[in-house]
């Protein structure tokens, strides 16, 4: 008669020749560490503005914290914002004339000048815009905004009319040229009022 532990072996043996021969199959218990989480959705992809807003964000962010000392964003004022703009004119890439320059108020001069490179007025103009909006979505308050005070404005008003006549840009040039379309269409209307009526009046007189 056989004991517990030899049937107990034999069924172990038994066991282990069947699972070698294919005939038994050992189904492994649930493996909880190794469970599949189905993969979260991606985020949305980001539009140009936004992207560009978000740089913006954090590199005027980044700009506080380089100064000494930093300057939390809290203690953001208009000063801090017209520091910023200046900082950025050596990174521009619109040269400037000087006054004394021989291109002074030429839009296309002919030739290299010493005159620096500044940060154009139109990309500055629409960084505050992007700022703006920015300062406002992270929590600060609209009556607060430093990049909306008049100081700004007046800023960005001078760097505009300088640069009008430094680079002889004249920005009214589209109300021009649509007063210009205009002219030329009245113009042609009128050659086509006195072809017809030339037109009519050699049928009379060939009648």
């Known amino acids: 008669m056989m004991s517990s532990s030899e049937k107990t072996r034999e069924v172990g043996e038994g066991s282990s020749s069947r699972s ?3 005939g038994a199959i050992t189904i492994a218990p649930p493996d909880h560490h190794h469970h599949h ?3 979260p959705l991606p985020p ?3 539009s140009r503005y936004e992207s560009q807003k978000r740089r913006d964000w954090n590199t ?3 700009y506080l914290k380089n100064q000494r000392p930093p300057v939390p964003l809290s203690n953001c004022n208009y000063n801090h914002v ?3 703009l200046r900082y950025l004119d050596q990174f521009g890439k619109t040269k400037v004339h000087l006054h004394g320059c021989l291109f002074f108020g030429q839009p296309d ?3 290299p000048c010493t005159c620096p490179l500044r ?3 139109g990309s500055l103009d629409a960084l505050i815009g992007r700022l703006r909006a920015a300062y406002e979505e992270n929590g600060g308050l609209p009556e607060s905004n430093p990049f909306a005070s008049g100081a700004i404005r007046v800023y960005l ?3 505009r009319d300088s640069q009008a006549k430094a680079r002889g840009i004249p920005y009214k040039k589209k109300k021009k040229k649509k007063k210009m379309n205009m002219q030329i269409k009245t113009s042609k209307t009128a050659a086509v009022a006195v072809a017809v009526a030339g037109a009519a009046t050699f049928q009379l007189q060939s009648s």
């Open 109 to 111: 001069p002919p030739g």
């Open 20 to 22: 070698s021969s294919g």
């Open 119 to 121: 940060q154009a007025w």
């Open 82 to 84: 017209l520091d910023f």
């Open 157 to 159: 008003r001078e760097i």
């Open 37 to 39: 989480q189905p993969s």
């Open 60 to 62: 005027f962010g980044q």
């Open 44 to 46: 949305p992809q980001l």
